[in-house]
């Protein structure tokens, strides 16, 4: 595949790199210039648009609209650098100069805005933005989180300081790298906030706002912790095991039913919030359950079987869940009450974490099973395999 940036390269990084102070230029030249790039800009386009439907292979289209792309946006940032060095130095610089840089600044964001246009999703999304759409942004949303602050209560100042810190760090460390994905996300997030908040029925309340940034899977650590400690705070209103029960299922259902923006989060290496929130409840909802049977005596089974009696196990609990629905969907297992067969298996089953397993983590871990959790299951079948050879 072609690189077609050579002469837009030339042009920008030797050409126009050097002392223009010191060189006779005259408006010819100039000229020349911008007709170079503007030619060049059409042929690349051409190219482009020819190139990608020869190209086969998702991969490779990838790999070349990113890395002209990814060169584009370093053109772009050095004729902004350009372009403020020889506006503070006029009169030591030929005349029109500046105009001409600025004219070719618009030739190659052009050409950023025609690959975006056409070709977003084979664009790198990690990389970093061009520094002029950086400063728009900046004041995007300096203008916009000042009004912020004024319309508020005092109960969820806190709770929005969590939410904005990502974008005051943008505004005020300028050297931080900001790609297109965080752009995109930060601006979706402003707005969803700025929505909330225009809501007045709603921002008395902490709950919705809460759901507003879990619906934008906004999994920072900081409002992971103000999340639990929320939770927290709400539980200990309640003085009974019963009391608190209840109230960690109703905020299970609650998280359940929230939706969560598609490909969407604030870290996309980390867990989305939804399913940490719901792990952090189960396991608390876990955990009293357990309190309430430990307070009770051991009941017998009709046939002996001690009630606290499990089968411990080597898997986690998505593991377990994926081996026993394996075995449903094969017919090993023939109950057909599928809710029975979850309660007893919640009931009987040691995982190599949980003593106990809640009725509703094996459930949910039932009809949704993980990737990684089918990948460890086939390596134990293939482990299988070969230890039957030896029975």
């Known amino acids: 595949m072609q690189y077609v940036l050579k002469i837009l390269d030339d042009l920008i990084i030797n050409q126009m790199s050097h002392d223009l102070s010191r060189i006779l230029l005259n408006e010819h030249t100039l000229k020349h210039w911008l007709h170079t790039a503007q030619i060049e800009a059409?042929?690349?386009?051409?190219?482009?648009?020819?190139?990608?439907?020869?190209?086969?292979?998702?991969?490779?289209?990838?790999?070349?609209?990113?890395?002209?792309?990814?060169?584009?946006?370093?053109?772009?940032?050095k004729l902004l650098v350009y372009i403020e060095q020889n506006t503070s130095r006029q009169g030591e610089i030929p005349e029109n100069l500046v105009s001409v840089q600025k004219a070719i600044f618009l030739v190659v964001?052009?050409?950023?805005?025609?690959?975006?246009?056409?070709?977003?999703?084979?664009?790198?999304?990690?990389q970093k933005i061009p520094e002029n759409y950086r400063i728009f942004l900046c004041r995007e949303f300096v203008q916009k989180s000042s009004k912020?602050?004024?319309?508020?209560?005092?109960?969820?100042?806190?709770l929005l300081n969590i939410a904005l810190w990502p974008i005051k760090k943008?505004?005020?460390?300028?050297?931080?790298?900001?790609?297109?994905?965080?752009?995109?996300?930060?601006?979706?997030?402003?707005?969803?906030?700025?929505?909330?908040?225009?809501?007045?029925?709603?921002?008395?309340?902490?709950?919705?706002?809460?759901?507003?940034?879990?619906?934008?899977?906004?999994?920072?650590?900081h409002f992971k912790n103000y999340f639990i400690t929320y939770l927290r705070r709400e539980l200990a209103k309640v003085d009974s095991l019963t009391g608190q029960m209840e109230r960690l299922s109703w905020f299970i259902k609650t998280l359940n039913q929230t939706p969560v923006k598609p490909s969407?989060?604030?870290?996309?290496?980390?867990?989305?919030?939804?399913?940490?929130?719901?792990?952090?409840?189960?396991?608390e909802l876990s955990y009293r359950e357990t309190k309430a049977k430990l307070a009770k005596l051991p009941i017998l089974g009709e046939a002996g079987l001690d009630q606290d009696f499990k089968i411990e196990t080597s898997l986690s609990v998505p593991q377990v869940a994926c081996l026993i629905r394996l075995l449903v969907e094969t017919g090993v297992i023939k109950n057909k009450n599928?809710?029975?067969?979850?309660?007893?298996?919640?009931?009987?089953?040691?995982?190599?974490r949980q003593e106990n397993i809640t009725f509703h983590s094996f459930k949910s871990k039932f009809y949704n099973i993980e990737e990684s959790s089918k990948q460890t299951i086939k390596d134990l079948i293939i482990r299988i395999l070969n230890e039957i050879r030896d029975l």
Request: aromatic share 18%; with cysteine; hydrophobic share 40%.
């Open 264 to 283: 969407f989060a604030f870290n996309s290496k980390q867990t989305g919030i939804k399913e940490f929130l719901i792990e952090w409840l189960l396991e």
């Open 148 to 158: 912020i602050f004024e319309c508020t209560n005092r109960n969820i100042d806190e």
């Open 42 to 77: 059409y042929q690349i386009k051409q190219f482009l648009y020819d190139e990608m439907h020869r190209i086969p292979e998702p991969d490779e289209a990838a790999y070349f609209i990113s890395k002209h792309h990814s060169r584009l946006i370093y053109l772009s940032d």
């Open 109 to 126: 964001n052009d050409l950023l805005h025609f690959i975006w246009k056409h070709y977003a999703k084979y664009c790198d999304k990690d």
């Open 338 to 352: 599928k809710t029975e067969l979850i309660k007893f298996y919640a009931q009987y089953t040691q995982s190599k």
């Open 170 to 221: 943008v505004i005020v460390e300028q050297q931080v790298k900001l790609t297109f994905r965080a752009a995109f996300y930060l601006t979706e997030l402003l707005q969803g906030v700025i929505e909330y908040l225009s809501n007045k029925e709603k921002n008395n309340d902490i709950f919705p706002l809460l759901n507003c940034l879990v619906y934008y899977n906004f999994n920072s650590i």
